[in-house]
């Protein structure tokens, strides 16, 4: 059974700070592993897709790493900003078909 | 673009009810998802189908029940719901090109804030 990670649960950090969030999985049969943000209340929105053939992404300030053998993807926020805080989540598609997610990063950036 | 629409975004049951949410996607794809968000648990899934006429269950399928009738389409009934139901559902789907899932980003909906008393 693919079981995801994420830690720390949150995180508090001064605007301005170049910062990672971790994600590590125990299953390495993966297609893709995916870096969603989720605002309190709302839904999920993709950040960045990285396939499992792919060492990296990179989208404006974020860039995600993922190390397929080693179980463990990073999601780097460069300069961030009061308006990066929120909820990241890290998501795996397995060979089943399933995606399966980790429990979140809860951010907070302070001005 | 609608991408993901979920119906209803908010229900209050009583204990016993029944009820059906809808999630409709306009993007043809293939695979839908069922989740369950609950404070701590991290998103769980509920069930899931690969195409149109086809389910399978997740990790929390007990008390739930699902329906692919259409591509577009995949409907999660409660039909006798327990506050242990009270929860936020998401829907997700993606597309399969082929046989290579690596490229295929998974997309959501807003979600449906349930609350069985």
């Known amino acids: 059974k693919q079981e995801v990670t994420q830690i720390p649960a949150a995180l508090s950090v001064p605007e301005g700070e170049n910062l990672v969030l971790n994600c590590s999985f125990t299953?390495?049969?993966?297609?893709?592993l995916q870096w969603f943000r989720q605002d309190p209340g709302k839904g999920l929105t993709s950040l960045l897709l990285?396939?499992?053939?792919?060492r990296e992404q990179t989208s404006g300030r974020l860039n995600a790493s993922l190390d397929k053998s080693s179980g463990r993807s990073t999601l780097y926020i460069a300069a961030s900003q009061p308006g990066d805080s929120a909820t990241y989540l890290c998501?795996?598609?397995?060979?089943?078909?399933?995606?399966?997610f980790g429990k979140g990063i809860t951010l907070s950036v302070r001005p | 673009n609608a991408g993901v629409t979920q119906t209803p975004k908010f229900r209050v049951l009583k204990t016993g009810q029944s009820m059906t949410l809808l999630c409709a996607q306009d993007m043809n794809h293939e695979y839908m998802y069922w989740y369950r968000q609950d404070p701590g648990m991290g998103l769980r899934l509920i069930h899931y189908s690969v195409g149109e006429g086809t389910t399978a269950k997740g990790e929390v399928p007990d008390g739930y029940n699902v329906s692919r009738l259409k591509k577009q389409n995949f409907l999660l009934g409660l039909e006798s719901a327990a506050p242990s139901q009270t929860s936020v559902y998401f829907c997700?789907?993606?597309?399969?090109?082929?046989?290579?899932?690596?490229?295929?980003?998974?997309?959501f909906g807003q979600g449906t804030r349930l609350t069985v008393v």
């Open positions: 997700a789907s993606r597309t399969a090109r082929g046989t290579d899932s690596a490229n295929t980003e998974a997309f």
């Open positions: 990285i396939q499992s053939s792919q």
């Open positions: 299953d390495s049969a993966i297609y893709n």
């Open positions: 998501a795996v598609t397995g060979a089943n078909s399933k995606l399966t």
